[in-house]
C-alpha cells in the first residue's frame, strides 16, 4: 500500500472514531437507512484492517450510543442484528489477527443474544496481543463519568480512601477506558461538529479530525488522509512552540518534559 508519506515512527497510539453518515448516504441513494449501516460495516472492515497493519495499537469505534435506543424500533433491531452478525463472522479473523475486542457501555441493555455473542467475542479474543478494538455499545460519555464517581464514592464510604485521595490517576483508574490510554486521533464522519456523547473525560487533550464523508465512504485513503493530517499538527499540550522542538506523538511524551523540567 502506497503510505502517501505517513510516518510509521509517528502514528497514533489510539484513534477513536465516531461513524456517523450512514442513513444519509442511504438517503442519497434512494435506499433506507439500513442499507447504510450494512454498508457501513464493510468500512468497520477496512478501518480495523488497515490499523492493525500499521500497527495502531488501539482503536476505539463508537457503534451505538445511549441515545440511539430513541429511534425507531426496526433501525435498532437491524443494528444489533448486524452487529451480532459482524461479531460472529469477524471473530476468526480477530483470532488470525491478534485482535483483542472489548466493549464498554451499559452492555446490559443489549438484547440477550447480542450480549452473549459480545461476551463469547471478549472471552475468545481476551489473550490476543496484535491490537485492541474498542466498541462503545449503549455507550454515553456522561453515563461513564456518573458510574465513576459513583465507583469513587463508594470507596470513600466504605474507607478504602479519603476525599482528598481522589486526583486524575483516580478518576483515569474509574472510568470505562481505564485498561486503555487516551485517544490521540477522534475522527468524525459526516461533518457534525460535535461529540454526541462520546469520550469526554478521555480526549481532554486528543486532536479532533472532522471530514464530510460519510461513513459507508470512508475507506482506506480517507483513513490514511486523517492520519497524514494528525502527523501534521503540533501537539503543545498547553506549552509554546519552542518549548515543543518537534511534534509529540502523546500526551505520555510531555508529562516525562513536565517531569524533567
Ligand atoms: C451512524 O449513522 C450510525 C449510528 C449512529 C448507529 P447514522 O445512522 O447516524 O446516519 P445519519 O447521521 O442519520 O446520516
Ligand atoms: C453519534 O451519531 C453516535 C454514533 C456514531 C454511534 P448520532 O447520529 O447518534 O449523533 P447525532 O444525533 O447526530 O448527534
Ligand atoms: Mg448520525
Redesign the pocket.
Known amino acids: 500500500m502506497d503510505l502517501g508519506g505517513l510516518d510509521k515512527s509517528r502514528l497514533p497510539r489510539h484513534v477513536a472514531v465516531i461513524?456517523?453518515?450512514?442513513?444519509?448516504?442511504a438517503?442519497l441513494r434512494g435506499k433506507g437507512?439500513t442499507e447504510?449501516?450494512r454498508r457501513?460495516t464493510a468500512s468497520v472492515r477496512a478501518v480495523v484492517e488497515m490499523s492493525r497493519k500499521l500497527d495502531i495499537p488501539y482503536l476505539s469505534l463508537y457503534?451505538?450510543?445511549t441515545e440511539?435506543w430513541f429511534r425507531p424500533k426496526d433501525?435498532v433491531h437491524a443494528?444489533m442484528g448486524m452487529l451480532e452478525h459482524y461479531l460472529t463472522v469477524e471473530q476468526p479473523k480477530m483470532m488470525r489477527h491478534g485482535i483483542r475486542l472489548l466493549a464498554i457501555g451499559d452492555k446490559d441493555r443489549l438484547p440477550r443474544r447480542v450480549l452473549s455473542t459480545l461476551k463469547h467475542a471478549e472471552r475468545a479474543t481476551r489473550n490476543n496481543q496484535g491490537m485492541t478494538v474498542l466498541l462503545a455499545l449503549s455507550y454515553s460519555g456522561r453515563s461513564d463519568i456518573v458510574g465513576m464517581v459513583q465507583r469513587i464514592a463508594r470507596k470513600v464510604k466504605e474507607g478504602k480512601c479519603g476525599v482528598q485521595d481522589i486526583n486524575e490517576e483516580m478518576v483515569r483508574a474509574h472510568v470505562a477506558t481505564s485498561a486503555i490510554p487516551d485517544p490521540d486521533l477522534l475522527i468524525r464522519t459526516?461533518g457534525?461538529m460535535r461529540i454526541s456523547n462520546f469520550f469526554l473525560w478521555q480526549i481532554a487533550y486528543t486532536e479532533l479530525y472532522i471530514t464530510p464523508t460519510?461513513?459507508p465512504d470512508f475507506r482506506e485513503a480517507e483513513y490514511l488522509q486523517a492520519l497524514i493530517e494528525f502527523q501534521r499538527r503540533r501537539r503543545r499540550f498547553g506549552r509554546t512552540d519552542e518549548q515543543i522542538a518537534q511534534p509529540l506523538p502523546s500526551l505520555a511524551v510531555a508529562r516525562e518534559l513536565e517531569d524533567h523540567s
Open positions: 461513524m456517523d453518515g450512514n442513513g444519509r448516504w438517503r437507512r447504510g449501516h457501513g457503534a451505538f450510543s440511539n433501525e443494528l459526516s457534525e460519510l461513513w
